[in-house]
């Protein structure tokens, strides 16, 4: 989602902010800008307040300044998701304050600022502030930040930050800047990230350490509430009470964004192919199945956590709430431990039962995934103190406000449409179903050794699967002209049938729908026509049999079934019916194996739709606002 860089320095920084914004395209937006204080190297406009926005690419706004000339030692830079506002340039970040009566709508005023996250109370904070003679030139919330800082400045830049931010009710993370104020920006935090980068002689802030990559390793995590007094080769921190407080500087080798993508067409094609390292370095090390392996970096003893629960309640959104509806199907079949899965945007927003014996399971790729970590903290305020994540990023919030955590290795992914970071999640919820499983001792020795032998298998067992591809594009060249598919799925695999559909959608703009088989008859059915293409996920276990059944009822109604069916499901293709034979059946790890051709399908789709696969529209790849 949306971007910050920031930096104070004695060089000019501009290529530094529009790196830094190259690097964090991944998160999707749909506009950009910089604005810096100009050292009038270049114009007669010595502190002015200089910008430029743009509603294209980050490469265009790089041409950009570059004609314009825009160069100084103090600067931020910005990747706009649109939440209030169009898309448009008016509404680009950074946005300039404009005073009463003293600066014009078409003349900056003194104050520059960008902002991720969203203010509740925007509209009461605009009409006071029109009220006073300030003039909005954007529909966003964000302009409303910059007059409002602007409306308590007297002189100390700081100051007037933690004025407004005590004024402000909804998720933020801002940097700001004044005219009068040579190399100082203020940046604050509440329920968005915002980091620092240290370097020689020079202070960065940004939304991401990857921003930062290549820039500075030494990164300061801001907590929530934090305000940060920025200048040159210096810095201060407030807490929420705005006391002084130090927050530790850790060392981050974060990779840029901007990796080769070598033989691939599309990050998210690369991706897929790369799931079977990335399962591979998830699994790296585990030799046991032991409470050890999800302690954490926050010293909390899972053998003691996981002998006190007797419940699971797992909260995620969107494809790792998909991942959660799998681990459901593990938890209760093999670790025998009663499950809930929760929309983490739904939970916190209903009357619930709490139990203080629950573990809290969080599920996030970028674990700063702004409904998850609220719904977390509902769940900690509830007085479930048990939590644990499965977490792609180490540094991230949600690993430092949960007591436990497992760190998987899927690495930087840079497609809106996980791949990657689903499969390793799968990964990490089977590791946590069977340590749980142990620790209840409903795991005996042989079922350990066995599942850890299948687990150890993952990665070759992928790299069969990938090579089904050409088969799958033969598939896409039929779906892609059509508007609508329905997905089937049974028991452990109506969840893959859900990531199924959400990832054709989200890529290729045609509307899929994931549906339990045996729900067929009980509505969907009406929708089958010739034109609506059905993908069945059929492995060889226990339902296979209700399955076919339910396939036949789509045979029956002139539909066309596209079926991924396990070698000995004796599924043989026909008129309507379209099979590809999985290389082998997996038990309960299949999941892991039959989303992939999902994920494969949705791509060359799109790629047969001329999509663009990496950025889809209206989609960002980190959702840190509500």
């Not at 501009?14 to 050292?39: F, H, T």
């Not at 925007?122 to 919330?141: I, P």
């Not at 340590?435 to 020795?445: D, E, I, N, V």
């Not at 859900?498 to 890529?507: D, S, T």
Request: glycine content about 8%; charged content about 20%.
């Amino acid at each position: 989602m949306c971007g910050i860089v920031g930096a104070v320095s004695t060089r000019n920084i501009v290529p530094i902010l529009v790196q830094g914004l190259q690097r964090l395209e991944y998160r999707g937006y749909d506009s950009c800008g910089v604005a810096i204080q100009d050292n009038g190297q270049t114009t007669q406009n010595t502190g002015a307040l200089r910008r430029a926005r743009s509603t294209s690419r980050v490469a265009e706004l790089m041409t950009q300044v570059a004609e314009d000339h825009i160069e100084g030692g103090t600067g931020i830079a910005h990747t706009r998701w649109a939440t209030h506002g169009a898309p448009a340039v008016h509404n680009a970040h950074p946005h300039f304050s404009h005073g009463p009566g003293k600066d014009s709508a078409d003349r900056p005023g003194r104050i520059a600022l960008v902002h991720n996250g969203i203010i509740e109370n925007h509209d009461e904070l605009r009409a006071a502030l029109q009220a006073k003679g300030y003039v909005f030139t954007s529909q966003t919330d964000t302009e409303v930040i910059a007059h409002l800082v602007d409306s308590l400045y007297n002189g100390d830049l700081f100051e007037a930050v933690k004025a407004t931010v005590l004024q402000l009710r909804g998720g933020y993370a801002i940097a700001v800047f004044s005219k009068d104020e040579p190399h100082r920006i203020i940046g604050a935090r509440a329920g968005s990230p915002l980091i620092l980068g240290v370097g020689q002689g020079e202070i960065f802030l940004a939304s991401d350490a990857m921003a930062l990559a290549g820039v500075t390793d030494q990164i300061v995590y801001l907590e929530e509430g934090d305000v940060v007094d920025v200048q040159l080769g210096k810095y201060w921190i407030v807490d929420k009470a705005h006391k002084p407080v130090i927050r530790s500087v850790k060392t981050v080798h974060a990779h840029s964004g901007a990796a080769e993508l070598g033989p691939y067409r599309h990050y998210m094609q690369k991706e897929i192919f790369e799931q079977p390292r990335a399962i591979g370095d998830t699994l790296e090390g585990v030799t046991s199945i032991v409470p050890g392996l999800f302690d954490g970096p926050n010293g909390g003893d899972a053998a003691k956590v996981f002998a006190d629960i007797d419940s699971v309640l797992i909260l995620a959104c969107g494809t790792s709430y998909y991942s959660g509806c799998t681990a459901k199907y593990w938890l209760e079949s093999i670790a025998k431990v009663p499950t809930q899965v929760e929309i983490a945007s739904e939970y916190r927003y209903r009357d619930s039962v709490p139990n203080p014996k629950t573990l809290v399971v969080t599920i996030t790729q970028s674990g700063e995934t702004a409904d998850t970590l609220a719904a977390l903290r509902h769940a900690q305020g509830l007085g479930m103190q048990h939590t644990l994540t499965v977490c792609n990023v180490s540094t991230s919030a949600m690993v430092r406000e949960c007591e436990l955590a497992y760190i998987t290795r899927a690495g930087v992914e840079i497609g809106v449409a996980s791949t990657k970071a689903f499969t390793t999640q799968l990964a990490g919820l089977f590791l946590l179903t069977l340590a749980l499983a142990k620790t209840k001792s409903r795991l005996s020795a042989d079922e350990e050794a066995g599942h850890l032998k299948a687990m150890r298998h993952l990665p070759a067992a992928l790299q069969a699967v990938l090579a089904l591809e050409p088969q799958l594009i033969a598939w896409a060249e039929d779906f892609a002209p059509k508007e609508n598919a329905l997905f089937l799925g049974r028991g452990l695999h109506y969840p893959i049938a859900l990531e199924g559909a959400l990832k054709l959608k989200e890529i290729t703009y045609i509307h899929a729908e994931a549906y339990a088989a045996g729900e067929l008859k009980h509505g969907p059915l009406a929708l089958v026509t010739s034109e609506m293409p059905v993908v069945a996920v059929a492995p060889n276990d226990t339902l296979i049999e209700k399955l076919k059944s339910n396939l036949q009822e789509v045979r029956a109604r002139g539909g066309v079934l596209y079926v991924l069916a396990d070698a000995d499901s004796h599924i043989v293709s026909g008129e309507g019916l379209h099979v590809i034979r999985m290389p082998e059946h997996y038990g309960a790890l299949s999941p892991l194996l039959h989303v992939v051709p999902l994920q494969l399908l949705a791509y060359h789709t799109a790629c047969a739709r001329g999509t663009d696969v990496d950025k889809p529209r209206n989609l960002a790849k980190s959702v840190t606002v509500e």
